[in-house]
């Protein structure tokens, strides 16, 4: 997993495991979360998703997790 806490503040996507549920192909169900990481440490990830909420997921479930270049805009016509 290449994030730690040096990326706080920085653009981010995390795959998790959703504990619990089975996934279309009969293995662990899992979710991605994109945005700025606001925390990392205790146990848990908090990522800031566009819309401002916040999303926490234990480290313990992480799949995989990596930084992402900032959000594209789509050019006004």
Known sequence: MPIDDSQIGH???IR???RGETGPSGGPLMTDVIGFLREYGDGVAVVERRDG????????????AKPVPPERRPRSR
């Open 11 to 13: 653009r981010v996507v």
């Open 16 to 18: 998790s495991l959703v």
């Open 53 to 64: 909420t916040l999303t926490t997921v234990a480290i313990d479930d992480i799949v995989a």
